[in-house]
């Protein structure tokens, strides 16, 4: 069965870097777009980050665009984000997520990684 | 990138309908059909209960329904059951590769 486990979180003081991973399984991994996706604590979702299944095409959230950046490694079928100069709205637990093959839309979720901001 | 408009809350006694609404903009939801609906029950990771509008992932029970007109989709959960309390989102594609939620719906099953 899919499978999306999200590891690298913790507190992070502001200004500091942190690289999310996502180990996956059960999936063709190189052939589907991933997504990475946010909610505060207490708050709703937010769309943070997508890369194509191979990797050409990249785009971000407005609130994380020039910090953020979004990879993978197909040969590893992992998943990553790297986060850089890192605020306190940043606080959340960050979930990766699988887009439905040839759609637009997410199917499956990890169980999240939470990344807390503060000094 | 602002996010779709829900009501923060609904409430139905078991057995009953409910609709949860989520109101976007001709740049969002009037403007591609792909509008994903997801469930969350607390600590939990979201789940797919509705993909391109209206479809239903294998599983899904079918009282759970969505539809779309003009820049406002829809989730009817019909034949209200415990379990159904919970926290949904919309979802929507915003063109150039961007994508918008909803601020979620609490459902409260009385």
């Known amino acids: 069965q899919v499978q999306l486990v999200e590891s690298g979180g913790g507190v992070v003081q502001p200004g500091r870097s942190l690289r999310l991973s996502c180990a996956t399984s059960g999936f063709t991994f190189s052939s589907y777009g991933m997504h990475w996706v946010r909610q505060a604590p207490g708050k709703g979702l937010e769309w943070v980050a997508v890369?194509?299944?191979?990797?050409?095409?990249?785009s971000y959230a407005d609130s994380v665009k020039g910090r953020f950046t979004i990879s993978r490694d197909n040969s590893k079928n992992t998943l990553y984000l790297q986060m850089n100069s890192l605020r306190a709205e940043d606080t959340a637990v960050y979930y990766c997520?699988?887009?439905?093959?040839?759609?637009?839309?997410?199917?499956?979720w990890g169980q999240g990684t939470l990344v807390t901001v503060s000094s | 990138q602002s996010a779709l408009t829900q009501p923060r809350s609904v409430s139905g006694s078991p057995g009953q309908s409910v609709t949860i609404s989520c109101t976007g903009t001709?740049?969002?939801?009037?403007?591609?059909?792909?509008v994903s609906w997801y469930q969350q029950h607390p600590g939990k990771a979201p789940k797919l209960i509705i993909f391109?509008?209206?479809q239903r992932p294998s599983g899904v029970p079918d009282r759970f329904s969505g539809s779309k007109s003009a820049n406002t989709a829809s989730l009817t959960i019909s034949g209200l059951q415990a379990d159904d309390e919970a926290a949904y989102y919309c979802c929507s594609y915003a063109g150039s590769y961007t994508w918008v939620f909803g601020g979620g719906t609490k459902l409260t099953v009385l």
């Open positions: 997520a699988r887009e439905i093959y040839g759609d637009y839309e997410i199917d499956y």
């Open positions: 001709s740049s969002d939801i009037d403007g591609y059909n792909y």
């Open positions: 890369i194509w299944y191979d990797g050409s095409i990249k």
């Open positions: 391109d509008v209206s």
